[in-house]
């Protein structure tokens, strides 16, 4: 039955539009073009579907009643960590409360009766219930002997729960074997959805794990160990946690479709359940915290903001819901001077409790709500467990320290993969019950990858170019060595503008003479520049920021074409610097002070070296070509013969609104996820070397991943137009590439159909006979899949050049996992690359060494990176327009533009105008190099 599927998945008619088809999914690449083999051991769990195995869909309500109030759904509420977390396990135990006293809902089986529940509004069971719909309702008190007591932080102890079972509408009845087949196959329209009823049962049954071991929480995808002698102490009130991240997915190997966990070991931080005074302690230097610190206590409002709290059970003497919230912000008051109505926070606590609070002198926390404001002192609550610290509330050494725990070695991340399963008792003799009572069992072994494709080492893998004629191997060290650049650039006026003390101003000069130099042995013409120094005499009113841009236009009517600005690491100019290249329109260099005295005293010759390669590519010249990987006919994809134009893309995304903040916005436009921007990144080789990309950014209302067609249609006009300026040989160019990151796996019918079609029809709208080939080929990083090289009969990371193309890649489109990298720390994350569409028509083989050559194109470094160069380079276009947004705004509040009659939607057009490349005399130059 097995080939019957793979058959008809090989032979589908995928859609009638043919500008919508998915690409027939391609064979490994052809075992003629290895050089060398590899094995792999992946983080890749096979999961088995044993003899005829159902599940059988219910939909769950479950409500909260009490006389003359309407009925309060405990299945939905809030979204933070802190409440969801709560919910799902209150849920939980009153499901199996409902089990108990409905005798398994008529089954008789008790909690011998398999289900999977996932806390919320579904539920699946191993057999089908006698009734469409089944009602129990707990009203008294042994109904809810099982129940934690955080269900009276959702409900009155005086409630009665009612709990609502209904077979579900569509997908009632799952057939678990002829479900895993039938998954294999998919068209554009439910690229997306096709597998989800069957991925999301496996989803669910496979997050019970959580529940039979007890001992972690579930958090979105993944699990976190909740002993406490397992975690680490964070500071500031945080700890971190390890766990394990999973997914599902379906996968062919041998010709079988089947479903396979992907696992990785995780870490997070969190914030530590305890009271809220000992957390605020924790983020004092020394002592109990007190009012005098208000640089301190401006630090706190910012940690804790939005965190959830719950009042302390003690402070209840009977059954009425018990209040949680998130917090709103610390007073400026104490207990002891903050008035509600006619007395103190600390005088109504002691008389409400008959004690005395312990600290009155305190600031308080005020209740994130609508209506009246509410006050609570500080310990009176508890800081609720499982909620994750943002990564923008950590520090450099919290944020340093978790990067430390998450970057480990392959053979140390391997053992912590395959512990974590074991305590999850998904490994083990112990497997939870739940699986087996659906016919599910967890293959006790990580999948291996056998005969992967491997071209390093290789005489021709991608090779580089340079000034001499003669190609080479790239090279894993310092590629260029002595060689001149491929196009060196002359840089006649230019200007360096630095900031030091008086000790530095030797080194500043002998650091440029040495620029010079080693410029002119890559074949660069570098001239003596106009040499300014950062004034320490400010002018009335000036501040540094003020005295920088002075400086700044001091060089520009100097003629200084290019600036190079040296400053200490220290001080967090950069992104001021970065604005003024756009409003002052001079590209600018900014070299750390550090880097400087590196370079002078310390000799630190590779670190001149990547100076010099930023400053040629910025000026218009160009380091290395590189050649791709001769196989097959990859050679129609050599970029040199124009014949390929390659776009790039990411965006950029602001951090969320807080609770007030969409509350505000919900009646204007509940669409919006942020006040800021989402600022698109999009890279094309439009200039005259075709292997060389510059790109821009444009901002658009933060909504979704999603670039709006609009703006993708207008942006690749203007990609047209500089080919046509720059290379008006090549401007009709045969294939049209586009290189998306960024887009999760639901988001892919939202890629092909909106962003690809959008660009399908610019270019129809640019010249209506033109018919380029398109292909898009998505990549990312953003995934949990490990993959360890085993050949030598130890764990480590893949070699570069390293290709897994079967075995554990999609049903259903085309996808392969290319190393092109050579990893610095750590167990190596192997960018996805999944290609729904290949008009092109081209093989595995010739693809991935397209990728590839793509990864050796980064010019700033000679040794690839680990993403294709253009994906690279949108992320970090991306970047700069969303830091240069956050600098125009602080740096220049009143020309924010907003839209009409709304001061809190940015105009997106306006801005972009305001600080976008397109038009200005930078526009094809690699200014973010």
């Given at each position: ?5 793979i ?15 998915l690409?027939p999914k ?11 083999h590899v ?17 059988y ?11 003359g ?18 919910r ?16 398994a809902?008529?089954?008789g ?6 289900l999977v ?11 089908p219930?006698?009734?469409d ?5 707990l ?6 002997a099982?129940?934690?007591e ?22 009632s ?9 039938e998954t ?7 690229l ?11 989803e669910?049954a496979?997050?019970q ?11 979105g ?7 406490p ?11 971190i ?9 379906l ?7 089947y479903?396979?966990?992907?696992v990785?070991?995780?870490?997070a ?6 009271n809220l ?22 630090r ?10 719950k ?17 709103k ?11 509600i109505?006619e ?17 009155p ?9 609508q ?22 509330r950590?520090?450099a ?10 970057t480990?070695?392959?053979e ?9 399963m ?11 019950p739940?699986l ?14 056998y ?10 893998p ?27 650039a002359n ?8 900031r030091?003390?008086d000790k ?13 130099s080693?410029?002119?042995m ?13 004034s ?14 002075r400086h700044?236009?001091e ?6 074409e290019?600036i190079?600005?040296v ?5 967090q100019?950069?992104?001021l610097?970065?604005l003024?290249?756009?409003r ?6 900014h070299?750390s ?16 070296d990547?100076?010099?390669?930023k400053l040629n ?10 050649l791709?990987?001769h196989?097959?006919?990859?050679r ?17 995304h ?6 007030s ?18 600022s ?6 439009v ?13 658009q209302t ?6 709006e ?5 207008e ?10 300026q720059?290379?008006?040989e ?17 988001q ?8 690809l ?23 990312t ?5 490990r ?16 290709v ?7 049903t259903?489109i085309t ?12 167990t190596v ?5 999944d ?22 194109s ?11 160069e ?13 830091n240069?947004?956050l600098?125009?705004r ?5 020309m ?22 397109r ?5 094809a ?5």
């Open positions: 039955m097995a080939d019957e599927v058959g008809r998945m090989r032979q589908l008619s995928i859609c009638d539009d043919p500008a919508y088809a690409a391609l064979q490994r690449a052809d075992k003629k073009s290895f050089v060398q094995d792999i051991v992946t983080s890749y769990v096979r999961i088995n579907i044993v003899g005829p195995a159902k599940s869909r219910y939909e769950v309500t479950i409500e909260a009643l009490a006389e109030r309407e009925p309060n759904i405990l299945t939905k509420g809030p979204a933070d960590d802190g409440h969801a977390v709560m799902r396990t209150v849920c939980y135990f009153l499901l199996y409360a409902a089990l108990d006293k409905s005798g809902f008529g089954t089986l008790g909690h011998e009766l398999p529940y996932n806390g919320q509004t579904l539920v699946y069971f191993a057999k219930l006698d009734r719909v089944i009602q129990v309702t009203d008294q008190h042994d109904d809810f099982n129940v934690p955080e269900l009276l932080y959702m409900v009155s102890g005086n409630d009665t729960v009612r709990i609502s079972l209904q077979k579900a509408l569509v997908d009845e799952m057939d678990l074997q002829t479900q895993m087949f294999g196959q998919a068209d554009v329209e439910n997306s959805t096709h597998d989800r009823s069957f991925r999301t049962f496996l669910m496979t997050q794990a959580a529940h039979y071991a007890q001992s972690y929480t579930s958090i995808n993944a699990f976190f160990e909740k002993d002698s397992r975690t680490r102490s964070l500071g500031d009130g945080k700890i946690r390890p766990g394990l991240t999973k997914g599902v997915r996968i062919e190997r041998d010709g079988v479709v479903p396979a966990l992907v990785d070991a995780r870490s931080a969190f914030y530590k359940e305890q005074f000992l957390s605020v302690k924790e983020c004092m230097d020394s002592g109990d915290p007190n009012m005098s610190m208000n640089d301190k206590w401006d706190i409002d910012n940690l804790f903001r939005e965190v959830r709290v009042v302390a059970s003690r402070y209840y003497k009977d059954n009425r819901k018990r209040a949680s919230f998130r917090i912000r610390f007073t400026r008051q104490t207990a002891a001077e903050l008035m109505g007395v103190t926070l600390a005088d109504l606590h002691a008389e409400s409790f008959g004690a005395p609070l312990q600290y002198d305190l600031p308080c926390v005020e209740w994130e709500r209506g009246p404001a509410r006050f609570f002192a500080l310990e009176t609550l508890i800081v609720m467990p499982d909620q994750r610290v943002a990564f923008e950590t520090d050494r919290q944020s340093a320290q978790l990067q430390k725990i998450n480990v070695r392959p140390h991340r391997l053992k912590n993969i395959e512990d974590q074991r305590r999850l008792h998904l490994w083990g003799d112990s497997q939870c739940v087996t009572g659906f016919g599910i069992s967890i293959e006790q072994q990580l999948l291996s990858v005969h992967c494709r491997c071209s390093h080492g290789t005489c021709d991608v090779r580089i170019k340079h000034r001499q004629a003669s190609a080479r191997k790239a090279e894993m060290g310092n590629g260029l060595k002595k060689n001149r650049y491929r196009i060196p840089v006649k006026s230019w200007a360096l503008i630095y030091c003390e530095d101003v030797d080194v500043v000069r002998l650091f440029t003479t040495k620029l010079r080693t410029a002119k890559r074949g660069m013409n570098v001239e003596v520049p106009l040499v300014i120094r950062f320490p005499n400010r002018q009335a009113g000036e501040g540094d920021d003020e005295v920088l841009g700044v236009n060089a520009r009517s100097a003629g200084a290019f190079v600005y400053s200490s690491k220290c001080i100019d950069h992104d610097l970065k003024l290249e756009r002052r329109l001079r590209v600018t260099q070299i002070l550090e880097s400087v005295r590196a370079v002078v005293i310390e000799n630190k010759i590779t670190t001149l990547n100076i010099i390669h590519v910025k000026n218009g010249g160009f380091n290395y070509t590189p791709i990987e196989v097959g006919n990859s129609e994809l050599e970029l040199a013969s124009g014949n390929v134009l390659v776009i790039g893309l990411d965006v950029a602001p951090a969320p609104m807080n609770a903040q969409r509350r505000m916005m919900h009646s204007v436009d509940a669409t919006i996820r942020s006040l800021e921007p989402s698109i990144g999009i890279v094309a080789n200039i005259k070397n075709p292997h060389a990309f510059v790109g821009d950014y444009h901002f933060a909504r979704r991943e999603a670039v067609p609009r703006i993708l249609k942006r690749v006009k203007w990609i047209f137009d500089l080919l046509a720059n290379r008006p090549h401007q009709r160019p045969k294939h049209v590439v586009y290189l998306r990151d960024g887009v999760s796996e639901g892919y019918t939202m890629t092909i159909r909106d962003e079609g959008a660009i399908r029809e610019a270019v129809r709208e640019i010249d209506p006979k033109y018919r380029p080939k398109f292909a898009l080929i998505i990549v990083k953003r995934h949990n899949k993959f360890f090289d085993s050949s030598k009969g130890v764990v480590g990371n893949p070699l570069p050049g390293t897994v193309d079967h075995s554990v890649v999609r259903d996808e392969f996992f290319l190393q092109s990298h050579i990893p610095i720390l750590g994350k192997i960018p996805q690359y290609i729904p569409v290949n008009e092109g028509g081209f093989f595995m083989d010739e693809l991935q060494a397209f990728a590839n050559c793509l990864c050796h980064h010019q700033i470094i000679c040794t690839p990176v680990s993403l294709p253009p994906v690279y380079a949108a992320h970090e276009v991306a970047k700069r327009g969303h240069n947004f600098e125009f602080r740096s220049h509040p009143e924010v533009p907003y839209v009409d009659g709304n001061v809190n939607i940015i105009d997106c057009e306006e801005v972009t105008a305001k600080l976008a490349y038009g200005t005399p930078l526009e130059i690699r200014f973010n190099a």
